[in-house]
C-alpha cells in the first residue's frame, strides 16, 4: 500500500498518461472527429521513434534535426498509406491499416542491420557494442532540472521524472489547444461533415479524400511525437512496444474520454493511466490469491470488459454527445 | 524441383488450416456482419481446449480435436448470448461490434494466459517422428493435418450446398434484408452460424498446434490476418472463395520463401506476403479475387 502514497510512482504514471494523451490525440483527429478507423496508429509511433533513433545512432545526426526528420517520416508514410486507401469502407481501412502496421513492426523486428531486431534499440550499433541516442535528451533535461528543482523544493523538484512530466503536459496542453481550435475552425468542421456523410460533404464542394489524407498525415504527426517522448522517456524500445495492443490501447482512451471531443483525451488518457497502473493495488482476495504476473493478465481483462461495457452502453465516452456518434 | 514440392505441399497443408478458419470467418463477416478481431483468440482456446483432453485427460487426439471443437462452439454460443444477440437488438453498428471484438479479444487471450501460463504447449504426438515419400517428407502432424481438415473442408461443403441450414446461412451472406423478408429466421441462423464458425476455429487451433509443435496464448491471434486475408482474397460472404483463399494464401507463403525466385524471402516475413496479399486485394479487388463486382 506504501506505494499508492509516493509520489515517483504516480509521476511516473503522469508520464506514460502524458504520451498517451498525444498520442491518442492523433488517433482522435483521424478516428473521432474525421471517423477514419486507422488501426495502425502505432505505426506512426515505431517510424519516428527508429528513424530518430537511426539517425542519432548511425548517421550521428544531432538529436533535434533527427527528431524534425523523424515527424516528417511518419508523415510521409501517412501521406503514402492514406492515398491508396482512404476510399475504403471503414471496416476494411481498419484491416489494410493494421496490416500496413504490423508490417512495419515485421521490418523492424527482423531487420537487425537497421533497427537493432529483437534486442531492440541497444544493439543499433552493431557488434557488442550497447547503443544510446539519448544523451541530446538527457543533458536538455538536465539543463530544466535546476529551475524546476527551484520551483518545487523537496524531493520532488530533483527527481528527474518529474521534470519529464512537465515538458511532456507542457507539449501536450500546447498540442491539445491547437487542435481545439482547429477542430472548431472551419476546417474542423469539415472534417466532422465527412465523419457524419461524406456524399453531403462533397455535394458542397469538399475535397472530401484531400481533407481525409490532411487529418490521416496530422495524426500521424501527432503520433510521431508520442513515438519520440516514449524513446525519450525509455532511453531504450524495442519492436513489441508497437503492437497492436498500443493502438487498441489508444482508442480504449478515446472511448473513455468520449468519442470526437478534444478535451476528453487528456481525462480518458488519466483514467486509462490509473486502471493500468491501478492494478497494482490489487493486492487484496481475490486478487491477492494471484501471483504478480498474473495481476497484468488480470489488468488487460478489466481494460477488455471496460471497452465492451462502454461500447455496449455509453459509446459516447464519459464527455462525448451522443448526437455526434454515428457509429 | 524436390525443393518445389516439398513447399507446394506444406503450403497445401498451412494453407488448408488457413482455409478452415477462413471459412468461419467469413460466415461471422458475411452472415452476421461482425468483424470478429477476436477470432484469432477462439483458435487459441480451442488449442488449449483440446490440449486438456489430450494431454489432462489423455484422450487420443482425434477424440481431443472432436473436444476442442464442441468446447469453442460452446464457448462462441456463450458470447453470441450474452454479447452479440443483445448488440444485434440494439442496432450497433459496424464500428461499434469492431471495437467491441477487439475487447473482447483482449479478454479471451488474458483470461487464456491466467489459466495456462505464457509457456508453449505440446500435443502428446511425436513431433519428430517424419514419413518419406521419395521426395517429399511429410510429418506426423502435417499428414494428421491433411486426414482432419479434408474431411472438414468437405463436410461444410456439403452442408453449405446441401442442408437447409446452409441454404439459409448464403441466402444470409447474400442479403440480410431481403433473406429476413422471405421468411428465414435471422436470429436462429445467427446461433447456427456461431457455433459452425466457432467450431471450425476451434478445428484450426488444434491444427496449428500440430503443425507448428507447439502453440501458446498469441498462437491464435498471430494466425488472425493471415485468415483475414484469406477471407478478403476470396470475397467476404462466400464460403468456397474463402477455401481458395487461404489455401492459395497456404501455398504463397511456403512459396515466397524458394531460392528459385529471386533467391527467396526469408522465412521470418511469411506472415507479411499474406498481410501484403491482403493489401493489394483490397486495393485493387475489394471483392475479391472470386467475390461478385459490388459496392463496398
Keep these: ?327 | 524441383m524436390s525443393e518445389f514440392v516439398q513447399l507446394l505441399v506444406n503450403g497445401l497443408v498451412t494453407g488448408s488450416i488457413i482455409a478452415v478458419s477462413a471459412v468461419g470467418l467469413t460466415f461471422m463477416f458475411g452472415i452476421l456482419g461482425v468483424v470478429n478481431f477476436a477470432y484469432g483468440d477462439y483458435l487459441t482456446f480451442g488449442a488449449y481446449a483440446a490440449f486438456v483432453a489430450n494431454v489432462t485427460l489423455g484422450w487420443p487426439i482425434a477424440f481431443a480435436a472432436l473436444f476442442g471443437m464442441a468446447a469453442t462452439a460452446a464457448l462462441g454460443l456463450g458470447i453470441e448470448f450474452v454479447l452479440w444477440a443483445p448488440m444485434r437488438r440494439r442496432r450497433a453498428g459496424t464500428v461499434s461490434l469492431f471495437i467491441i471484438s477487439i475487447g473482447l479479444a483482449l479478454v479471451l487471450r488474458d483470461v487464456i494466459l491466467l489459466i495456462w501460463g505464457a509457456d508453449g504447449r505440446r500435443y502428446n504426438v511425436d513431433v519428430f517422428q517424419v514419413y518419406d515419400f521419395g521426395i517429399l517428407r511429410l510429418s506426423a502432424s502435417q499428414l494428421a493435418t491433411i486426414a482432419i481438415a479434408t474431411p472438414a473442408i468437405i463436410s461444410v461443403g456439403l452442408m453449405l450446398s446441401r442442408s437447409r441450414l446452409g441454404k439459409a446461412m448464403r441466402a444470409l451472406a447474400d442479403d440480410r434484408s431481403l433473406a429476413a423478408v422471405s421468411g428465414i429466421d435471422v436470429d436462429r441462423i445467427a446461433k447456427a452460424t456461431w457455433i459452425v464458425a466457432s467450431a471450425l476455429a476451434g478445428l484450426s487451433g488444434l491444427l496449428i498446434g500440430l503443425v507448428q509443435a507447439s502453440f501458446d496464448p498469441t498462437t491464435g491471434s498471430t494466425l488472425l490476418l493471415p485468415i483475414f486475408a484469406a477471407v478478403i482474397l476470396g470475397g467476404v460472404g462466400s464460403a468456397y472463395g474463402a477455401l481458395v483463399g487461404g489455401l492459395a494464401l497456404g501455398v504463397a507463403m511456403e512459396l515466397s520463401t524458394w531460392d528459385a525466385i529471386f533467391g527467396g524471402l526469408d522465412p521470418v516475413y511469411k506472415p507479411v506476403v499474406a498481410f501484403a496479399a491482403l493489401i493489394v486485394v483490397l486495393l485493387i479487388r475489394p471483392q475479391g479475387v472470386f467475390g461478385k463486382a459490388r459496392v463496398l
Excluded at chain 1, 146 to 152: H, K, N, S, T, W
Design chain 1, 1 to 327: 500500500m506504501s506505494q499508492f502514497l509516493n509520489a515517483a510512482f504516480w509521476t511516473f504514471v503522469g508520464i506514460e498518461a502524458g504520451i498517451y494523451t498525444i498520442f491518442a490525440l492523433g488517433l482522435q483527429i483521424q478516428f473521432g472527429v474525421t471517423g477514419l478507423l486507422n488501426f495502425g496508429h502505432a505505426a506512426f509511433m515505431a517510424i519516428a521513434a527508429y528513424t530518430m533513433a537511426i539517425l542519432v545512432v548511425k548517421v550521428e545526426m544531432p538529436l533535434w534535426q533527427a527528431s524534425l526528420l523523424a515527424i516528417g517520416a511518419a508523415m510521409l508514410f501517412g501521406l503514402l498509406i492514406g492515398l491508396p486507401t482512404l476510399r475504403l469502407r471503414a471496416d476494411y481501412l481498419a484491416i489494410t491499416t493494421i496490416a500496413f502496421a504490423e508490417i512495419v513492426r515485421y521490418i523492424a523486428l527482423n531487420e537487425s542491420a537497421l533497427t537493432g531486431g529483437p534486442q531492440g534499440t541497444i544493439a543499433l550499433a552493431g557488434g557488442n557494442q550497447i547503443a544510446f541516442y539519448n544523451s541530446s535528451w538527457q543533458s536538455f533535461q538536465g539543463a530544466i532540472q535546476d529551475p524546476v528543482a527551484r520551483l518545487f523544493p523537496g524531493e520532488l523538484g530533483h527527481d528527474p521524472n518529474f521534470t519529464m512530466l512537465l515538458i511532456i503536459w507542457a507539449v501536450a496542453l500546447v498540442l491539445l489547444a491547437v487542435a481545439h481550435h482547429a477542430v472548431r475552425s472551419p476546417w474542423g468542421r469539415v472534417l466532422r461533415s465527412i465523419r457524419e456523410d461524406e456524399d453531403a460533404a462533397a455535394a458542397l464542394g469538399k475535397n472530401a479524400f484531400s481533407y481525409k489524407l490532411q487529418a490521416l498525415v496530422v495524426g500521424a504527426g501527432l503520433g510521431a511525437i508520442a513515438g519520440l517522448f516514449y524513446a525519450f522517456q525509455f532511453s531504450f524500445f524495442s519492436p513489441p512496444d508497437f503492437a497492436p495492443l498500443t493502438t487498441f490501447f489508444a482508442f480504449v482512451i478515446v472511448i473513455i474520454g468520449g468519442v470526437g471531443r478534444i478535451w476528453a483525451v487528456p481525462i480518458g488518457s488519466v483514467i486509462f493511466g490509473i486502471i493500468f497502473a491501478g492494478t497494482r493495488f490489487f493486492t487484496f482476495p481475490p486478487f491477492s490469491w494471484l501471483a504478480s504476473a498474473d495481476r497484468a493478465y488480470v489488468r488487460l481483462i478489466v481494460i477488455g470488459l471496460i471497452l465492451i461495457g462502454l461500447m455496449a452502453f455509453r459509446p459516447q465516452g464519459l464527455l462525448g454527445k451522443k448526437e455526434e456518434l454515428t457509429i
